[in-house]
């Protein structure tokens, strides 16, 4: 099986209008458009699709992020963030249009994104980071792009992965987590394909 995407190439960056903030005084809002993403040679037996992206570069602790005069060290042990969480895609969709399930930041969160016919969309990570946030605060479902701390020094990586079920659905409800979808996922994946893109908004990551 193979994901591919026309927005960015496997490995290099991930252009501003597919991330969430990108460079400003210190950091603005962007597009928050999703990317293209198409699949194709699944397996005989596929009965739906899973979609996830997730920065595995994410701080481990909080106490620099985003703070004057001070820089999130590159050897700081990291930890994932969910981007987007999408299961029941049909068997019969192997293409996801630019902008089809995100087109802008929704402050308090998109409650239902859009997606293919019958999909169903967890919560990500901005649920939990603008919690206290009176301006921002929700839940976030569907994607939300790439905003990592304007003042990393570590480029972060996002990983888009599209896994091939054995089943028609999950029996998930919209916000679910990402334990929730792997727990659900466990023994029903037949085949995996994954995509890479980078970001940062920090331009001395490295």
Same mark, same amino acid.
């Given at each position: 099986?193979?994901?591919?995407?026309?927005?960015?190439?496997?490995?290099?960056?991930?252009?501003?209008?597919?991330?969430?903030?990108?460079?400003?005084?210190?950091?603005?809002?962007?597009?928050?458009?999703?990317? #293209?993403?198409?699949?194709?040679?699944?397996?005989?037996?596929?009965?739906?699709?899973?979609?996830?992206?997730?920065?595995?570069?994410?701080?481990?602790?909080?106490? !620099?992020?985003?703070?004057?005069?001070?820089?999130?060290?590159?050897?700081?042990?990291?930890?994932?963030?969910?981007?987007?969480? @999408?299961?029941?895609?049909?068997? !019969?969709?192997?293409?996801?249009?630019?902008?089809?399930?995100?087109?802008?930041?929704?402050? #308090?969160?998109?409650?239902?994104?859009?997606?293919?016919?019958?999909?169903?969309?967890?919560?990500?990570?901005?649920?939990?980071?603008?919690?206290?946030?009176?301006? @921002?605060?929700?839940?976030?479902?569907?994607?939300?792009?790439?905003?990592?701390?304007?003042?990393?020094?570590?480029?972060?990586?996002?990983?888009?992965?599209?896994?091939?079920?054995?089943?028609?659905?999950?029996?998930?409800?919209?916000?679910?987590?990402?334990?929730?979808?792997?727990?659900? @996922?466990?023994? #029903?994946?037949?085949?995996?394909?994954?995509?890479?893109?980078?970001?940062?908004?920090?331009?001395?990551?490295?």
């Amino acid at each position: 099986m193979q994901l591919r995407s026309d927005s960015f190439r496997n490995g290099q960056r991930i252009p501003e209008r597919y991330a969430f903030g990108k460079r400003g005084d210190p950091i603005a809002l962007s597009g928050n458009r999703n990317p #293209h993403l198409a699949w194709r040679d699944a397996p005989p037996g596929t009965r739906s699709f899973v979609l996830t992206c997730i920065d595995v570069d994410v701080p481990s602790r909080g106490d !620099d992020v985003n703070k004057q005069g001070r820089v999130v060290s590159a050897d700081l042990p990291r930890v994932e963030f969910v981007h987007w969480l @999408m299961a029941d895609i049909p068997a !019969d969709c192997g293409e996801l249009g630019e902008g089809s399930c995100s087109d802008g930041v929704t402050p #308090h969160g998109k409650r239902a994104p859009t997606g293919p016919a019958g999909s169903v969309q967890g919560q990500n990570g901005y649920t939990g980071w603008f919690a206290g946030d009176p301006q @921002m605060a929700g839940t976030y479902l569907g994607y939300d792009g790439p905003c990592p701390p304007w003042n990393d020094a570590r480029l972060h990586h996002y990983r888009f992965e599209l896994h091939a079920l054995d089943v028609a659905g999950l029996g998930l409800a919209p916000g679910f987590t990402l334990d929730q979808l792997r727990a659900a @996922m466990a023994g #029903h994946v037949l085949a995996s394909a994954g995509l890479v893109g980078t970001y940062a908004i920090n331009p001395d990551a490295g």
